[in-house]
């Protein structure tokens, strides 16, 4: 069975730093597209930064030059540095990824990680 497993969420003071992880495990053919959404309370789940699997990358504009995603194709995981920390970026983070096992392609999602921005 594939599980996404995202790790390293936390609290932080407005203008520090934290990264995250995101591990992909199970059986599978290989792993296309990786993600990180969040979902603040009260509000829809917004794409954050996307990665392909050979390293093109996509960001919100309200994370651009503050976040950056990269992925380790041999460790099957996705990482997400968030610098400049702001209180509007405190929401869940949930990593997606695009797998392909038994010959089906779909979309994973992990369970998410609480990200607090707040002096």
């Known amino acids: 069975q594939v599980q996404l497993v995202e790790s390293g969420g936390g609290l932080v003071q407005p203008g520090g730093s934290l990264s995250l992880s995101c591990a992909a495990s199970?059986?599978?053919?290989?792993?296309?597209?990786m993600g990180w959404y969040h979902q603040a309370p009260g509000k829809q789940r917004e794409l954050v930064a996307s990665?392909?699997?050979?390293?093109?990358?996509n960001y919100a504009d309200s994370v651009k030059g503050r976040f950056t995603i990269s992925r380790d194709n041999a460790k099957n995981t996705a990482y997400l540095q968030m610098n400049s920390l702001k209180p509007e970026d405190t929401a869940v983070y949930y990593c997606n990824a695009d797998i392909t096992t038994g010959g089906l392609l779909r979309r994973y999602w992990g369970k998410g990680t609480q990200v607090t921005v707040s002096l």
């Open positions: 990665i392909s699997r050979g390293g093109s990358t």
């Open positions: 199970g059986s599978f053919f290989s792993i296309g597209g």
